[in-house]
């Protein structure tokens, strides 16, 4: 496809992505999803839970304990309203895809078991229900203290569906399970991030840069607790795309690994 087809006027939507992580033999292991090859954005492709913020996000009245909002709006480099809106649509979106949920019934403790809320989890994946009214009617409390800022990435121009995606970091709740009952996941798995990237070399799942990135400077640590100590920088990172040997590419930060191990559907255009 040459570059002047492309769309250049789509507009660009919120969202927030959770990286959730949990202690394993060989090391940390992070939670995938491998999407369900008919979606529209990203179909086929193995990601961590998240999607779009909602619009209801912003104005979703809950009650919070950690880092105030303006902490997340410094962190993140956006007014108050949209950091509110990305917590929570972040703690909203991991609930709906993998049915963790990182709120408890007081500031300092969290929900040990969320099948009691399997019906409020499809109303709110089918937006019958909004977050705000889920946490009231239950009592809970959202535990934005147990995510930490990762990564913002930007779909670059050109793309139909194209995001302003925030990526955070969180451990797994003692006792909760991660699953894949929602209509996105094809299949769900725990990998250590050198376990996911051997996969991925091996052609046998689909990385986008984003993806690829996070798994790859996750692979660093040796525990979890490392990787919530840590502070990254948050640069915006909005790739490129480009055309080389009349094969349509996306050009990123530190991509050269990225093209050398495998054919990626950035190639196959």
């Known amino acids: 496809m040459d ?50 913020v909602d ?39 991991t609930f709906e895809e993998c049915g963790v949920l990182l709120a408890g019934p007081t500031a300092d403790t969290v929900v040990a078991d969320t099948s009691g809320y399997a019906q409020a989890r499809k109303q709110l994946e089918s ?30 121009v050109g793309e139909s569906r194209r995001y302003d995606t925030r990526f955070f970091v969180a451990a797994a709740p ?8 929602t209509s996105e996941a094809a299949s769900v798995a725990w990998q250590t991030p050198e376990e996911a990237l051997t996969d991925w070399r091996a052609g046998k799942t ?27 920088e948050i640069p915006v990172i909005l790739p490129t795309l480009y055309q080389e040997d009349g094969q349509l590419r996306v050009r990123f930060p530190g991509q050269d690994p990225y093209y050398e191990a495998v054919i990626h559907p950035w190639s196959k255009r």
């Open 3 to 52: 570059l002047s087809q492309l769309p250049t006027d789509v507009p660009v939507k919120d969202a927030s992505t959770v990286i959730l992580l949990r202690d394993g033999a060989s090391g940390p292991e992070v939670f995938l999803l491998r999407r369900v090859v008919s979606m529209e954005f990203a179909g086929g492709m193995t990601v961590f839970p998240g999607g779009g």
């Open 55 to 93: 619009p209801q996000d912003a104005s979703a009245d809950v009650a919070w304990a950690g880092p105030p909002v303006s902490w997340w709006a410094e962190r993140f480099g956006v007014d108050e309203s949209r950091a509110k809106a990305l917590v929570c649509a972040a703690v909203r979106e």
């Open 127 to 156: 937006r019958e229900l909004s977050f705000s009214e889920f946490i009231a009617n239950e009592g809970l409390v959202l535990r934005a203290d147990l995510l930490r800022p990762w990564a913002n990435w930007i779909t670059p």
């Open 174 to 181: 003692e006792g909760q399970t991660a699953d894949g009952e």
């Open 206 to 232: 689909i990385l986008l840069p984003p993806t690829w990135t996070q798994l790859t400077s996750l692979a660093q640590f040796g525990s979890v607790a490392e990787a919530l100590a840590a502070e990254p």
